[in-house]
């Protein structure tokens, strides 16, 4: 489930858009889903668990985005994946399945949390991991084996922007939803390292 303030900014990009066809995947309960339909727009969705949504007029089919979406090429003008690239076991397959569902001329609109903050990486530094580490022996007694509550790809901008670009998506815009209070604290060690790397070759 997406927090607090991520689907506001997506709806504030979708605001004043022309009327278009928009998958929202994964779509979770359907509450963006939901919101983009009263503005107007033609949306489908698709989740792992369609079992879980519960927008009514609107249908949820099964999506798996490690596999093959349940949608023909270039049948999207926009597609939202909010909060749910970090859950896959392939976020290769799921950006390239993005960009086979768009028109050539789509949009997708991708959000994730951002792994390359320096409180995360502190974080990375300390523990060597950017999320709490979970042992198996927790994972199969709290999940079973369904993992895709987790955040399995962490994956930072370099590499998202890589496997965009290699797929033929072009950036368009980085923005975030909110600042965090311990940025800001944390903003001279930024600069120290960003001092201390200028000293590379």
Same mark, same amino acid.
């Not at 949608?71 to 909010?82: A, W």
């Not at 569902?101 to 001329?105: F, G, S, Y």
């Given at each position: 489930m997406a927090r607090q303030g991520v689907h506001e900014k997506v709806l504030s990009y979708m605001e004043g858009k022309a009327p278009a066809r928009v998958l929202d995947c994964p779509a979770g309960p359907g509450a963006l889903a939901g919101k983009l339909k009263v503005m107007g727009f033609e949306v489908s969705c698709c989740d792992l668990e369609p079992e879980n949504f519960r927008m009514e007029g609107l249908k949820c089919n099964y999506g798996n985005l490690n596999g093959k979406l349940p949608?023909?090429?270039?049948?999207? $003008?926009? @597609? *939202?994946?909010?909060e749910g690239i970090e859950h896959t076991e392939n976020p290769y397959n799921a950006i390239g399945e993005f960009a086979r569902?768009?028109?050539? $001329?789509g @949009? *997708?609109?991708?959000?994730?949390p951002n792994y390359l903050n320096i409180e995360r990486r502190l974080k990375f530094l300390i523990t060597g991991s950017f999320t709490k580490p979970v042992s198996l022996e927790f994972f199969r007694e709290n999940l079973g084996e369904?993992?895709?509550?987790?955040?399995?790809?962490t994956l930072g901008y370099t590499e998202i922007k890589f496997v965009l670009e290699r797929v033929g998506f072009e950036i368009k815009e980085l923005t975030f939803d909110r600042e965090k209070p311990k940025q800001k604290v944390l903003k001279p060690l930024v600069l120290l390292i960003r001092l201390y790397t200028r000293l590379w070759s």
């Open positions: 949608y023909k090429d270039g049948e999207f $003008d926009f @597609v *939202l994946c909010v569902v768009l028109k050539p $001329d @949009v *997708l609109v991708l959000t994730t369904d993992a895709s509550g987790l955040h399995l790809s």
